[in-house]
């Protein structure tokens, strides 16, 4: 096994771990994606890891994460007990389920599956090894690494993640659900780098978890690429339940084509420090993008949503709408941008974040920002931060209903317009229970964390007895 | 005696808006308040249901012999005191079922009752739904949300009959209901009514009271009250308008 | 009647610059660019005392370590101070005794921008107002200050001010917006020239509308004014600021501050209307125009309102302030602001709260058109200590033809529970439903715009006081002259 002990994350390090496995990195790579690598590689010594001198990361400082100290792997653990990564299985959810380790797919004896419908999931490493030409054709073309020292860094290291390929005019027919566990005995920085392409007229769903199981501190930097294709649809679920103490700089890049369609829910529940930089670029006119965002935070958990929104051709539409409770010192950024290029005519856009915050000491930063550069559009942002309502808290109250049970039903009311929006009935039920739990403290990182405590072999009622609230 | 209140100050931000109001409520009594715009009726009301931004600066209310003012807004209503809204708040994703069955639950708790099994809170629903003839499905929506005024009105009475309080406050519940409307709200109020409950209707017409009859009307001016009267004095006003009372007053 | 409105229509729809002449006036000028040296010459040529140069001197070594912000939404071409007059002052003429010791040519230059310095030539029905006119470098003549003196208040130039009141200057300069705030706070810390000052004593309210006049007329030359004003315990001022400047290829610098004070229970009310020269219809020449304007509400119960219509410069940086540090303060920011052709604007304010249940409210307006670029950029802040705070913005932005942009960049920061933030913005083009009720109403294109853009800004407009309300009219139309075609 080869790894780099524990050592804080600098640039000059990955520098040298990059130089040092050239040979190991580019092993499978096609003469096109060497390249891009040498190009991210030099970009990102160009900028290395941004600080808050950026305007885009000056209220995020990772100089803490940094500094703890990480194992960094560029080969996967031998031992892989596939049973954990599956534990986080949504009951009675119908979908495939593909998982990652530490970053590295779990292969399950299949490192890629390719199904009678012409769908093809799997390990990215092994997608490079047996499509090189349809990985060469999409990989490292919808992530835009260029003022971005993390994407590039990942790009320049990608080794593994998950491959999904979906056909043209091919509808999934079931969700697919793509778990990403953290699990290690020590503090360890992991990069995987997914790549999903949903064809013209294809349909997808793609549920996608971050989960740790212990405690041990993490840094994560993961990049997916996702492609939507002409009248293609993608649903696209970020359920995000990690320790307190892991740092994960999630970046997702979507890219859709003539009238391509694309939900994407975030949904934040735990945390150390959680940065979603969420890009959306319609490469065609007619698109429709709903980004819809919930985060429930507190401790110091500390929780960076940046949505960039590209209508660089007309008549797409899009939409943000973030919402966020924060208690104890938690604290919450939002930072969206809507961009409307000079050709993009018949623009829609729509930024909205709202925020309750539960003590004085939580924070919230909300920067929803506009950028057009053409007056045939409607746009419109908002966003509120205060308490929870006085007069609906009275309204309650008056019915009989103590204090605190009227708090929490108006925070689950205030989390229900993101939670309804999911469109699979049984991850919405899920994800209320979750949100509940949440809301009352009781959702926890545990050792048998509560996630996989609900496989079917072991099932338990996240039921809430309404008595009882 | 159900209610007492003394010389009762109250106001908001330093401004004075009840200065001095008397009132005594008897079980099995109809009381109906009426007075001009802004006088402090729905004031009133709301610090009997302890509303917080009012601040009690003189007098005292107890009810069923005890000092309100030292009760919680939650534990005067599990005590029984309903407070109709004037304008009943909208409270998106939460859903009336959730909201009824919480209420009712805790209401129960405080009484040492156990909670109402599923079916017969639904029951309970279904029977109370009739009670004030709502026939679409409005129970799955959420609290108020999207509800016209009218609609408004009938849940609050909805609400009020599954509570089944000891001293219902009703603020206006007669405006913005249409004839047959306010004939189904006034019935729903009559069937509640019971020897040991009493009702304080806070109106503008003499409509309402033609169904539901008070034993007592009250003229809210200025902050006080400044006559009282039996129902004979709900139709003078009708007739005459509150011109005479501020004259009397000067 | 008729031959009024026909006026009115004139200067709608023959837009150009009407401020745009050149006074002949006998100048004298320091030595061209910036040292220690043109320090020296400012503060000798004001006669001031030891404090003021020394003040000046620290803003500028502390200005030398500086370099010019970036983060604005703005293409600014390098600013060469080397090349840059800093100080240019109309010369007297000894001659003149009387009350008119202004140099007829300056009057009538004033009288041609329409601002009278002559205080018996009141505007009808209006108790009059005071003006302070600054030209370049220099205040020329202050009107009414006698009258104001029997309320014990002091409306005067800085210079006089700094001759006059040291001990007040000595208090207040700086002690809102610090040199060391900016590069452009500190540029003008240490190079200012005149300006204006005003105190209103304890319990006064001031019974006419103060304002300044600014006028750039030399060449090559830069604009840096101070104003301070001090409202005391319970006073109340409003104050009104106009400026123009001829028609050159160059771009001239303007960097300006204004200080405001309100102590407990004061109100100030400050009102702008910009108007410097915007460049020519490609961009050539026009003013630089970055000021910093704040005021600290230092009383409890205290207010602070700002109210702005920009509708000139080529580059406008500017963000008036509030620093809400009593009780119960209030903030207040409305703005309108209009960019056409080649303009740049990136505008806003800041709202500080700091002491416990302030208020602020934030209604802006942005027009483009062109191919200029018109951003908001605004900051609310809720410290922790600032309970049961409130704040309300709205930010709206109208895009004319298709190659201008708008940008919002509302910044909120929340740090306690019990304050309320809420800010609302929507961008879009004029509604061509409007346009063609207007339209089918008899009404032009143009002078359909010229209502509906008035219409939208009317929430800012209402704001002003009434002898700048019918100015800033004309102005919006005039401004987006031409902007449709
Ligand atoms: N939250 C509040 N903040 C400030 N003033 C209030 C508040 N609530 C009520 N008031 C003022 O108190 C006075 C009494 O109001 P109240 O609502 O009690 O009148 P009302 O008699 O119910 O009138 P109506 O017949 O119109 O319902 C009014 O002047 C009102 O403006
Ligand atoms: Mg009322």
């Given at each position: 096994m080869q790894s780099e002990h524990k050592e804080i994350i600098t640039k000059e390090r990955f520098l040298d771990l990059f130089e040092k496995n050239r040979a190991l990195l580019t092993k499978n790579d096609t003469a096109l994606l060497a390249g891009t690598r040498e190009k991210a590689i030099a970009t990102f010594a160009r900028l290395g890891f941004p600080d808050t001198s950026l305007e885009t990361w000056n209220?995020?400082?990772?100089e803490e994460s940094f500094n703890r100290g990480y194992d960094y792997y560029l080969r996967p653990s031998e031992e892989v007990d596939v049973q954990k990564v599956f534990r986080c299985n949504i009951p009675h959810l119908d979908t495939a389920v593909i998982g990652q380790l530490n970053g590295w797919y779990v292969s399950k004896d299949v490192p890629l599956m390719e199904l009678g419908n012409g769908i093809i999931m799997g390990s990215l490493a092994e997608a490079r090894k047996k499509y090189p030409q349809l990985i060469e054709k999409y990989f490292g073309t919808v992530a835009d690494d260029a003022g971005d020292g993390f994407t590039a860094l990942n790009t320049a290291f990608a080794q593994d993640g998950v491959f999904i390929y979906v056909p043209d005019n091919v509808k999934s027919p079931k969700p697919v659900q793509l778990i990403n566990v953290i699990h290690h005995d020590e503090n360890i920085f992991l990069q995987s780098r997914n790549l999903i392409v949903v064809g013209a007229n294809a349909k997808l769903s793609l549920v996608h978890c971050d989960d740790s199981y212990n405690h041990q501190a993490s840094f994560s930097n993961i990049v997916t690429e996702i492609h939507v294709g002409e009248h293609g649809v993608m649903d696209h679920y970020k359920l995000q339940n990690l320790n307190n103490n892991s740092t994960l700089i999630s970046s997702v890049f979507f890219r859709l084509e003539d009238s391509a369609s694309l939900e994407s829910h975030y949904i934040s529940l735990n945390g150390g420090l959680l940065r979603n930089n969420i890009r959306v670029r319609f490469n065609a006119p007619h698109g429709r993008a709903n980004i819809y965002g919930l985060y429930l935070m507190d401790r110091k958990q500390h929780v960076d949503n940046q949505v960039f929104i590209d209508h660089a051709y007309p008549d797409c539409t899009s939409s943000e709408t973030f919402k966020g409770i924060l208690d104890e010192n938690a604290r919450a950024i939002f930072n969206g941008h809507v961009l409307v290029r000079r050709d993009a005519v018949k623009t829609d856009a729509r930024q909205s974040n709202k925020n309750i915050l539960l003590t004085d000491t939580a924070r919230v930063n909300s920067k929803p920002f506009l950028e057009i550069y053409n007056d045939d559009v409607k746009c419109s942002h908002g966003s509120t931060t205060g308490q929870i309502d006085q007069e609906s808290m009275f309204y309650l109250r008056q019915r009989g209903i103590g204090e605190e049970t009227a708090r929490m039903l108006l925070m689950f009311a205030f989390a229900d317009e993101i939670v309804t929006r999911i469109d699979i009935p049984q991850l919405r039920q899920r994800i209320e229970d979750m949100v509940k739990k949440r809301l009352q403290g009781e959702l926890q990182i545990c050792e048998q964390c509560v996630l996989h405590c609900s496989t079917p072999e072991h099932p338990v009622e996240f039921q809430i007895d309404l008595s009882k609230i | 005696m159900l209610l007492q209140i003394k010389n009762l100050h109250a106001g908001i931000n330093g401004k004075e808006i009840l200065r001095g109001v008397d009132l005594e409520v008897n079980a099995g009594e109809v009381h109906a308040i009426m007075g001009p715009n802004g006088t402090g009726k729905s004031t009133l009301a709301s610090v009997i249901a302890g509303r917080e931004v009012f601040d009690v600066t003189a007098g005292e209310i107890f009810y069923k012999g005890k000092?309100?003012?030292?009760?919680?807004i939650e534990d005067r209503a599990r005590e029984g005191i309903f407070l109709g809204f004037q304008y009943p708040v909208e409270i998106p994703g939460v859903s009336i079922t959730n909201f009824m069955r919480t209420a009712v639950n805790e209401v129960r708790k405080f009484k040492g009752l156990d909670p109402l099994p599923a079916g017969e809170f639904l029951r309970l629903m279904e029977e109370k739904k009739q009670l004030v003839e709502i026939t679409s499905n409005l129970t799955n929506r959420s609290v108020n949300e999207g509800f016209s005024g009218g609609e408004k009105k009938k849940n609050e009475i909805f609400q009020m009959a599954m509570l089944e309080p000891t001293l219902a406050i009703l603020d206006e519940t007669d405006s913005g209901l249409d004839i047959d409307a306010l004939r189904i709200v006034a019935n729903g109020v009559n069937k509640l009514r019971r020897p040991d409950n009493a009702f304080v209707v806070i109106t503008h017409y003499q409509r309402l009271l033609d169904y539901i009859v008070p034993d007592f009307v009250h003229v809210l001016f200025e902050g006080k009250i400044v006559k009282s009267g039996g129902k004979e004095l709900a139709l003078e006003l009708e007739e005459k308008g509150y011109d005479w009372i501020k004259k009397e007053q000067e | 009647m008729e031959s009024q409105a026909n006026k009115i229509l004139d200067e709608v729809t023959q837009g150009d610059y009407k401020y745009g002449f050149v006074t002949d006036i006998d100048t004298e000028f320091a030595p061209v660019g910036l040292s220690e040296d043109t320090i020296h010459y400012i503060s000798a040529k004001k006669n001031e005392p030891a404090f003021m140069l020394e003040f000046r001197l620290k803003a500028y070594r502390h200005w030398l370590t500086m370099s010019q912000p970036k983060w604005a939404h703005l293409n600014i071409s390098p600013i060469n101070f080397q090349e840059i007059i800093f100080y240019a002052a109309p010369k007297k003429k000894k001659e003149l005794s009387s009350l008119d010791e202004v140099d007829p040519e300056l009057l009538a230059t004033f009288n041609k921008l329409g601002?009278?310095?002559?205080?018996?030539?009141?505007?009808?029905?209006?108790?009059g107002v005071a003006v302070d006119a600054v030209i370049d470098s220099v205040s020329v003549k202050t009107t009414f200050s006698e009258t104001l003196s029997k309320h014990g208040i002091i409306f005067c130039s800085f210079s006089e001010a700094v001759q006059n009141h040291p001990d007040l200057v000595k208090q207040y300069m700086g002690s809102v917006v610090p040199y060391t705030d900016n590069y452009f706070a500190a540029l003008n810390s240490a190079v200012f020239s005149d300006g204006s000052f005003c105190y209103i004593p304890k319990g006064v309210r001031c019974p006419m509308e103060l304002s300044t006049y600014f006028r750039i007329n030399a060449a090559n030359t830069g604009q840096f004014e101070r104003t301070l004003i001090v409202a005391e315990e319970g006073a109340y001022v409003s104050y009104m600021e106009g400026c123009t400047a001829p028609q050159r290829d160059e771009n001239q610098l303007h960097a300006a501050i204004v200080e405001i004070v309100a102590m407990k229970d004061a109100s100030v009310k400050y009102s702008t209307v910009q108007n410097w020269y915007p460049g020519d219809k490609n961009g050539l020449g026009g003013i630089y125009n970055f000021v910093t304007k704040r005021g600290i509400?230092?009383?409890?119960?205290s207010k602070i309102s700002w109210t702005q219509v920009e509708t000139g410069s080529a580059i406008t940086w500017k963000y008036p302030s509030c620093i809400l540090l009593g009780d119960h303060s209030v903030g207040e920011f409305y703005s309108v602001a209009v960019t056409n052709n080649h303009q740049q604007a990136d505008t806003g304010t800041k709202m500080m709260h700091l002491g416990k249940n302030t208020r602020s409210t934030i209604i802006s307006k942005g027009i483009s058109a062109g191919q200029s670029n018109n951003s908001y950029r605004g900051l609310v802040r809720i410290s922790k200590n600032a309970v049961n705070s409130r704040n309300y913005s709205q930010c709206d932005s109208l895009l004319l033809g298709a190659r201008c942009g708008a940008h919002t960049y509302p910044y909120i920061q929340v740090d306690n529970k019990s304050s309320i933030v809420e800010h609302e913005a929507t961008t879009s083009k004029i509604s061509e439903d409007q346009l063609f009720y207007c339209q089918q109403r008899g009404i032009s294109n143009e002078s359909a715009i010229g209502l509906i853009v008035n219409g939208y800004a009317k929430e800012v407009l209402k704001q002003l006081p009434m002898e700048f309300a019918v100015e800033a009219q004309k102005l919006l139309s005039i401004s987006l002259e031409g902007s449709v075609g």
């Amino acid at each position: 096994m080869q790894s780099e002990h524990k050592e804080i994350i600098t640039k000059e390090r990955f520098l040298d771990l990059f130089e040092k496995n050239r040979a190991l990195l580019t092993k499978n790579d096609t003469a096109l994606l060497a390249g891009t690598r040498e190009k991210a590689i030099a970009t990102f010594a160009r900028l290395g890891f941004p600080d808050t001198s950026l305007e885009t990361w000056n209220l995020t400082s990772l100089e803490e994460s940094f500094n703890r100290g990480y194992d960094y792997y560029l080969r996967p653990s031998e031992e892989v007990d596939v049973q954990k990564v599956f534990r986080c299985n949504i009951p009675h959810l119908d979908t495939a389920v593909i998982g990652q380790l530490n970053g590295w797919y779990v292969s399950k004896d299949v490192p890629l599956m390719e199904l009678g419908n012409g769908i093809i999931m799997g390990s990215l490493a092994e997608a490079r090894k047996k499509y090189p030409q349809l990985i060469e054709k999409y990989f490292g073309t919808v992530a835009d690494d260029a003022g971005d020292g993390f994407t590039a860094l990942n790009t320049a290291f990608a080794q593994d993640g998950v491959f999904i390929y979906v056909p043209d005019n091919v509808k999934s027919p079931k969700p697919v659900q793509l778990i990403n566990v953290i699990h290690h005995d020590e503090n360890i920085f992991l990069q995987s780098r997914n790549l999903i392409v949903v064809g013209a007229n294809a349909k997808l769903s793609l549920v996608h978890c971050d989960d740790s199981y212990n405690h041990q501190a993490s840094f994560s930097n993961i990049v997916t690429e996702i492609h939507v294709g002409e009248h293609g649809v993608m649903d696209h679920y970020k359920l995000q339940n990690l320790n307190n103490n892991s740092t994960l700089i999630s970046s997702v890049f979507f890219r859709l084509e003539d009238s391509a369609s694309l939900e994407s829910h975030y949904i934040s529940l735990n945390g150390g420090l959680l940065r979603n930089n969420i890009r959306v670029r319609f490469n065609a006119p007619h698109g429709r993008a709903n980004i819809y965002g919930l985060y429930l935070m507190d401790r110091k958990q500390h929780v960076d949503n940046q949505v960039f929104i590209d209508h660089a051709y007309p008549d797409c539409t899009s939409s943000e709408t973030f919402k966020g409770i924060l208690d104890e010192n938690a604290r919450a950024i939002f930072n969206g941008h809507v961009l409307v290029r000079r050709d993009a005519v018949k623009t829609d856009a729509r930024q909205s974040n709202k925020n309750i915050l539960l003590t004085d000491t939580a924070r919230v930063n909300s920067k929803p920002f506009l950028e057009i550069y053409n007056d045939d559009v409607k746009c419109s942002h908002g966003s509120t931060t205060g308490q929870i309502d006085q007069e609906s808290m009275f309204y309650l109250r008056q019915r009989g209903i103590g204090e605190e049970t009227a708090r929490m039903l108006l925070m689950f009311a205030f989390a229900d317009e993101i939670v309804t929006r999911i469109d699979i009935p049984q991850l919405r039920q899920r994800i209320e229970d979750m949100v509940k739990k949440r809301l009352q403290g009781e959702l926890q990182i545990c050792e048998q964390c509560v996630l996989h405590c609900s496989t079917p072999e072991h099932p338990v009622e996240f039921q809430i007895d309404l008595s009882k609230i | 005696m159900l209610l007492q209140i003394k010389n009762l100050h109250a106001g908001i931000n330093g401004k004075e808006i009840l200065r001095g109001v008397d009132l005594e409520v008897n079980a099995g009594e109809v009381h109906a308040i009426m007075g001009p715009n802004g006088t402090g009726k729905s004031t009133l009301a709301s610090v009997i249901a302890g509303r917080e931004v009012f601040d009690v600066t003189a007098g005292e209310i107890f009810y069923k012999g005890k000092d309100l003012q030292k009760l919680s807004i939650e534990d005067r209503a599990r005590e029984g005191i309903f407070l109709g809204f004037q304008y009943p708040v909208e409270i998106p994703g939460v859903s009336i079922t959730n909201f009824m069955r919480t209420a009712v639950n805790e209401v129960r708790k405080f009484k040492g009752l156990d909670p109402l099994p599923a079916g017969e809170f639904l029951r309970l629903m279904e029977e109370k739904k009739q009670l004030v003839e709502i026939t679409s499905n409005l129970t799955n929506r959420s609290v108020n949300e999207g509800f016209s005024g009218g609609e408004k009105k009938k849940n609050e009475i909805f609400q009020m009959a599954m509570l089944e309080p000891t001293l219902a406050i009703l603020d206006e519940t007669d405006s913005g209901l249409d004839i047959d409307a306010l004939r189904i709200v006034a019935n729903g109020v009559n069937k509640l009514r019971r020897p040991d409950n009493a009702f304080v209707v806070i109106t503008h017409y003499q409509r309402l009271l033609d169904y539901i009859v008070p034993d007592f009307v009250h003229v809210l001016f200025e902050g006080k009250i400044v006559k009282s009267g039996g129902k004979e004095l709900a139709l003078e006003l009708e007739e005459k308008g509150y011109d005479w009372i501020k004259k009397e007053q000067e | 009647m008729e031959s009024q409105a026909n006026k009115i229509l004139d200067e709608v729809t023959q837009g150009d610059y009407k401020y745009g002449f050149v006074t002949d006036i006998d100048t004298e000028f320091a030595p061209v660019g910036l040292s220690e040296d043109t320090i020296h010459y400012i503060s000798a040529k004001k006669n001031e005392p030891a404090f003021m140069l020394e003040f000046r001197l620290k803003a500028y070594r502390h200005w030398l370590t500086m370099s010019q912000p970036k983060w604005a939404h703005l293409n600014i071409s390098p600013i060469n101070f080397q090349e840059i007059i800093f100080y240019a002052a109309p010369k007297k003429k000894k001659e003149l005794s009387s009350l008119d010791e202004v140099d007829p040519e300056l009057l009538a230059t004033f009288n041609k921008l329409g601002i009278s310095l002559d205080e018996q030539k009141k505007l009808a029905g209006v108790a009059g107002v005071a003006v302070d006119a600054v030209i370049d470098s220099v205040s020329v003549k202050t009107t009414f200050s006698e009258t104001l003196s029997k309320h014990g208040i002091i409306f005067c130039s800085f210079s006089e001010a700094v001759q006059n009141h040291p001990d007040l200057v000595k208090q207040y300069m700086g002690s809102v917006v610090p040199y060391t705030d900016n590069y452009f706070a500190a540029l003008n810390s240490a190079v200012f020239s005149d300006g204006s000052f005003c105190y209103i004593p304890k319990g006064v309210r001031c019974p006419m509308e103060l304002s300044t006049y600014f006028r750039i007329n030399a060449a090559n030359t830069g604009q840096f004014e101070r104003t301070l004003i001090v409202a005391e315990e319970g006073a109340y001022v409003s104050y009104m600021e106009g400026c123009t400047a001829p028609q050159r290829d160059e771009n001239q610098l303007h960097a300006a501050i204004v200080e405001i004070v309100a102590m407990k229970d004061a109100s100030v009310k400050y009102s702008t209307v910009q108007n410097w020269y915007p460049g020519d219809k490609n961009g050539l020449g026009g003013i630089y125009n970055f000021v910093t304007k704040r005021g600290i509400c230092k009383g409890s119960n205290s207010k602070i309102s700002w109210t702005q219509v920009e509708t000139g410069s080529a580059i406008t940086w500017k963000y008036p302030s509030c620093i809400l540090l009593g009780d119960h303060s209030v903030g207040e920011f409305y703005s309108v602001a209009v960019t056409n052709n080649h303009q740049q604007a990136d505008t806003g304010t800041k709202m500080m709260h700091l002491g416990k249940n302030t208020r602020s409210t934030i209604i802006s307006k942005g027009i483009s058109a062109g191919q200029s670029n018109n951003s908001y950029r605004g900051l609310v802040r809720i410290s922790k200590n600032a309970v049961n705070s409130r704040n309300y913005s709205q930010c709206d932005s109208l895009l004319l033809g298709a190659r201008c942009g708008a940008h919002t960049y509302p910044y909120i920061q929340v740090d306690n529970k019990s304050s309320i933030v809420e800010h609302e913005a929507t961008t879009s083009k004029i509604s061509e439903d409007q346009l063609f009720y207007c339209q089918q109403r008899g009404i032009s294109n143009e002078s359909a715009i010229g209502l509906i853009v008035n219409g939208y800004a009317k929430e800012v407009l209402k704001q002003l006081p009434m002898e700048f309300a019918v100015e800033a009219q004309k102005l919006l139309s005039i401004s987006l002259e031409g902007s449709v075609g």
